[in-house]
T-cell receptor, first 114, second 116 residues
């Protein structure tokens, strides 16, 4: 299983763009990269997923370089409500039938400051 | 479409007892995974069930077990509870597509277990 490494914590002011980088040096060919957001006492919530290059949705962008050994989650213009823990996951697609095994990193605690 | 539901939301037990937690996945989702979350260890994978069979298992002792029913609902059981089992237990469901794109997991709110 690919292991992920991400910063333990980050602080940002409201309105700024936040970039959280995750390292996954041993990522396998079939692995996808997924980011989740978690608020205290709640289950993680899916943010974005990608395989290579750049993916963008209504809440975030995900940048993945060609070697796929890292990925960067970009949150544009953060607000206080974005204060949460962000997890980077590298998922094993599995064989036909899609047996899945994922590894959660320790997560990055993002604190947005007014 | 209703999300993943977990019952009960909160539970208090004493050492040595056993506990059963329940998870109802999103309608149509066939895979259910369980995770344990503690402040010190973060989110740790317990096991995954698909088509009523355990497909993957994390590094937990045999006191932790689970099962999945034909309607995809799942239960996990912890026997002989220890103080260290106090945690938030999260259930996640996914479609489990064959091959192709990696499945997105959708998490429930969790069951907060306190062992006294």
């Amino acid at each position: 299983l690919a292991k992920t490494t991400q910063p333990i914590s980050m602080d940002s002011y409201e309105g700024q763009e936040v970039n959280i980088t995750c390292s996954h040096n041993n990522i396998a060919t079939n692995d996808y990269i997924t980011w989740y957001q978690q608020f205290p006492s709640q289950g993680p919530r899916f943010i974005i997923q990608g395989y290579k290059t750049k993916v963008t949705n209504e809440v975030a962008s995900l940048f993945i370089p060609a070697d796929r050994k890292s990925s960067t989650l970009s949150l544009p213009r953060v607000s206080l409500s974005d204060t949460a823990v962000y997890y980077c996951l590298v998922g094993d697609r599995g064989n036909s039938g899609g047996y899945q095994k994922v590894t959660f990193g320790i997560g990055t605690k993002l604190q947005v400051i007014p | 479409k209703a999300g993943v539901t977990q019952t009960p939301r909160y539970l208090i037990k004493t050492r040595g007892q056993q506990v059963t937690l329940s998870c109802s996945p999103i309608s149509g989702h066939r895979s259910v995974s369980w995770y344990q979350q503690t402040p010190g260890q973060g989110l740790q994978f317990l096991f995954e069930y698909f088509s009523e069979t355990q497909r993957n298992k994390g590094n937990f002792p045999g006191r932790f077990s689970g099962r999945q029913f034909s309607n995809s609902r799942s239960e996990m059981n912890v026997s002989t509870l220890e103080l260290g089992d106090s945690a938030l237990y999260l259930c996640a469901s996914s479609l489990k597509l064959a091959g192709g794109h990696a499945d997105t997991q959708y998490f429930g709110p969790g069951t907060r277990l306190t062992v006294l």
